[in-house]
């Protein structure tokens, strides 16, 4: 049978065209209406009064507008001062990019207290400011091994040690903390050394009951250097000291002891956090040498010390606040 | 001036005349080109600019062809250029314009080596005619083939540097014959420093069925060679593969009718590329096809096509431009009190005093929406759909070369939107001998081309689009006595509206908008006279001036005048 050409040239070109995509629903490039389009609010905030973050409630911001644009939302705990955040440039604002768990972007955390949110658009020139609030009623449950909080005051295994005319305590005041109505203080004038005083927390004899893999596991501590303060004028020492021999005592001169300085930051609460496996390294990077079996092991850890120095030559009183150890599993503490 | 002029004539007349024989020829041209311009603006707007320049420069291009053998050629051209100024040597620079190995070996593989002009279809590899010339007159047309001439704009190829090759296959089978034709060529040379070497390569397969039909095969490739700089370097592939064909459906000694098209896609891969924004891959595809009438014996023909091309695809070996509309132009550059760039005109292009392009690009280039916003990159230009139609060949004797082209596309995907635009493009020219008319003995004619381009978008005031712009080209040439002409020409851009020009990012995605407001006016009249030597060799003077009104948001009001010499010579 002999085919017309043309009969094979028609049949590649229709084959063409029905294998043509229309895509009616979408176009190239950034939107117009986004760069260039009026800005309203088509549904705005609606928050119920109180939320219980205890049982598992999460608070969700549904605001529909009539454009992507940069949008903020800022939590502000009333009587903490915690304050959580969230920004995106998303048209429809709900539970997939603002679901709040009741924690805040850093220390202090919020309390069972007043939140106000404060809803605004940068991008949008005489846009309104959405102001809302929620009160908490139950605050967010931890997911971690929590060392102590200092809410319950000291135990038995601890050891103390402060300088001549250091007073160190643990303090209930809830405006001041980070987490919790308590922490720990030391406050004194050494002008004789850096030291200026320490805890040691020991564990009970079953241990910290940590998991043993250090490589997901993260040390957090809330930390506040109110004075001698400066870059390279106050920081926190720990130690973390493993039972390698299994004998319910640290040796020293046989078993690990890790160490990791936390430096000043600023004034403010800050979050000292390190994953368990980086102890390994010194400051600078390098391999640390200790003197048991080298093995990074935080099943075995019974002794952790918290360390206040402070710069002796500044001639003022040295004054630092800590709250909340614990560890945990994956990332670091989020407040 | 003149004695070298006269010198060089002479030099050249004399190695024609003895140098062409069965082992070698000598030909080449003889240039010499001066400008004397002013700047024409506000001295509340610029009193920075010095106002007058003079420029220009003389040259030479010997060629010289040698036939070691029957089958071989090898071609040099040699440029010798002085710029107006330099004195016994000053200024003067010598190059190598064209080294070509030409031959056919075993009397079948025809093949050229070193630089040579490649040309494909004009979705694979072609090289778009640039803006502002619609049936142009000699006034102006004389100084575009100078620049034409430079950059080897030919034909519509692209002047590259490799190696091609061409073969035929006579086959046993129904197929009369079958062409073959490769070629491979450097587009970029590696930094070792993480930038590879560039290769553009491809070639096609003719299948020629009878003088009724063919359908042809077609790749092009432009790729970057791995292991040429470090392990980690950037590596681009882009691969276009289409088919093309025409079909006779029937044809007498009146009528012919006549089916053809081409389909195809491209494939673009970017690897390692440090912009973390660089896509893994695009992909598209295009098809155009046509149907053609053509009334032999009224001289008519007429032709109505449909063509779709992917917002996605790309060709770099048919959509780079030659003009480089993103840089200033090579005098006055930067103008006003406020030193900013001095925005490409039509004048400049002329004049060669833009930035052209000599390699393919593979992004795609900056291009101004009101001397050309349906198709800124030729028919391959990504995103566009529609019909377009031509009438051509309406040629009455006194009338030559008229015809009449309409375009009516839209984007295939609206941008920035779901809406989209809307193209209409209307061209028509036509070059009238008025002599005939008339009844003079002397050649007078007439060019006339015009042009009105009107783009469109529906929607809300953020969207909507409304641009309307419109070109004539018109001149005339008046022979006075024998050789000796009368030429003059006027071009006219006038363009109002509005337009969101896309903004794209090295991967040729669209990443922003340039909300344009227009209302734009330029003007060019040139006039002059002009003395023919025959076969395109001419010295004109010529006077031009040029103005531009620009209301747009970063508009400048100002112009140029020059005189013109222009001494051209081939031979």
Known sequence: MKINPIYILCFVFFSFISCRKEDSNSFDGPSLNDLNGPFNIISSLNLDEEVDFESGEEINFDVELSKNTLWEIEITGQTSGAIRTFSGTERIINSTNTAWLGGSNTFPSFQQEKAIVKMSFPNEENSPIIIDSVNIIGLKQDKGYVITDFENGTDENWSFFNQSGVNASINCNSDLSAKGSCFYKWEGTVSWDWAIGSFQINANEDGFGLPANAGNLFFNMATKFISNTGPDNCFILLWFDEDDNGDGSFNLETEDRYIYEYWYENDKWNLASIKYDDLKYDGDGQPVETNGNGLLEPSKLIGINVFFLANKDSGIKSEALVDHIIFTENEAYKP | ?571
């Open chain 2, 1 to 571: 001036m003149k004695l070298k002029l006269t010198f060089i004539v002479f030099i050249v007349f004399v190695l024609q005349s003895k140098a062409q024989n069965d082992k070698y020829q000598i030909n080449g041209s003889a240039r010499s080109y001066l400008f004397a311009n002013q700047l024409n603006i506000e001295n509340s707007l610029d009193s920075i600019t010095p106002k007058k320049s003079n420029y220009g420069h003389n040259l030479l291009d010997l060629g010289i062809s040698v036939f070691p053998t029957k089958e071989s050629e090898v071609i040099g051209i040699f440029r010798l250029r002085n710029e107006l100024g330099g004195f016994w040597g000053g200024g003067v620079v010598f190059d190598v314009r064209q080294l070509t190995f030409n031959g056919v070996a075993a009397k079948v593989v025809k093949y050229s080596i070193g630089d040579i002009d490649l040309q494909m279809t004009k979705y694979t590899l072609f090289n778009n005619d640039e803006e502002g010339a619609l049936n142009e007159a000699d006034v102006f047309s004389l100084r575009r083939d100078v620049m034409h001439y430079d950059y080897f704009y030919k034909n519509n190829s692209w002047r590259m540097q490799g190696a091609k090759i061409e073969f035929n296959l006579l086959p046993s089978t129904n197929l009369e014959k079958i062409k073959f034709k490769g070629f491979i060529t450097r587009q970029r040379s590696t930094d070792e420093q993480g930038r590879p070497e560039r290769l553009f390569g491809g070639g096609n397969v003719k299948f020629i069925k009878s003088k009724n039909l063919f359908i042809n095969l077609n790749t092009a490739n432009l790729f970057d060679l791995k292991k040429t700089s470090l392990i980690d370097s950037s590596y681009l592939f882009n691969n276009v593969t289409s088919s093309d064909f025409n079909y006779v459906i029937k044809s007498d000694s009146s009528f012919k009718f006549n089916l053809s098209g081409e389909g195809g896609f491209s494939i673009n891969k970017y690897e390692n590329f440090d912009d973390l924004g660089s896509p893994i891959s695009m992909n598209d595809w295009f098809y155009d096809i046509s149907t053609t009438l053509n009334f032999t014996k009224k001289k008519l023909e007429f032709t109505i096509g449909f063509k779709d091309i992917g917002k996605d695809f790309s060709s770099p070996g048919a959509q780079t431009k030659r003009i480089n509309f993103s840089k200033s132009s090579n005098i006055y550059q930067q103008f006003t009190n406020d030193y900013i760039g001095r925005t490409l005109t039509l004048s400049d292009i002329i004049n060669g005093n833009s930035n052209n392009s000599v390699k393919i690009s593979p992004e795609l280039m900056a291009y101004n929406v009101v001397y050309n916003n349906t198709n800124p990159y030729g028919d391959a230009t990504p995103n566009r759909r529609g019909i377009y139609f031509s009438f051509k060949d309406l040629d009455t004797g006194k009338v030559k070369g008229s015809h009449l082209d309409f375009r009516l596309l839209q984007e295939s995907t609206g941008s920035g939107t779901l809406r989209k635009k809307v193209f209409i493009l209307s061209q028509l020219g036509t070059r009238i001998s008025l002599n005939e008319f008339f009844q003079l003995k002397k050649e007078f004619v007439f060019n006339l081309g015009y042009q009105n381009e009107i783009t469109l978008r529906s929607g809300e005031d953020f969207e909507k689009i409304y641009l309307n712009s419109n070109f004539i080209d018109v001149g005339l040439s008046y022979e006075l006595v024998n050789h000796f002409s009368l030429v003059a020409g006027h071009k006219l851009w006038k363009a109002n509206g509005n337009e969101f020009q896309e903004v794209r990012d090295p991967y040729n995605s669209i990443n922003d908008f340039e909300n344009l407001s227009i209302d734009f006016t330029e003007n060019i009249t040139a006039f002059g006279v002009k003395y023919d030597f025959g076969n395109q060799n001419a010295l004109t003077i010529q006077y031009q001036n040029f103005k531009i009104k620009d209301g747009g948001s970063n508009g400048v009001d100002y112009g140029i005048s020059d005189l013109i010499i222009l001494f051209n010579l081939k031979f």
